[in-house]
Nanobody
């Protein structure tokens, strides 16, 4: 059974930075793609970023390109999301997810395990 635990969320002013971490249990982390999604109040959960098992394949949603960076450390079973130049519209609960395959996906159905989420609030 895989468990994912996010950390690093919080309250930050616009223009600030946060680094989210997601620690995974289980033996399949290093062979699985990982993703970050977010859900704002009253909105659907949306894709933010994804990374392949090797770290070579990376995708971002357009609204975070140039500001967010996804990375992973397979030795630590951890995936990260560095978020810079944060905007109020980035406010949401951020979820990490482990993929069903080794290759990054933008689709929610491409992920089978989900964390509980961490709140990110950006004040203007």
């Amino acid at each position: 059974q895989v468990q994912l635990v996010e950390s690093g969320g919080g309250l930050v002013q616009a223009g600030g930075s946060l680094r989210l971490s997601c620690a995974a249990s289980g033996r399949t982390f290093s062979s699985s793609a990982m993703g970050w999604f977010r859900q704002a109040p009253g909105k659907e959960r949306e894709f933010v970023a994804a990374i392949s098992f090797s770290g070579v394949g990376i995708y971002y949603t357009d609204s975070v390109k140039g500001r967010f960076t996804i990375s992973r450390d397979n030795a630590k079973n951890t995936v990260y999301l560095q978020m810079n130049s944060l905007k109020p519209e980035d406010t949401a609960v951020y979820y990490c997810a482990q993929g069903t395959t080794s290759y990054a996906s933008r689709a929610r159905y491409g992920y089978e395990y989900w964390g509980q989420g961490t709140q990110v609030t950006v004040s203007s």
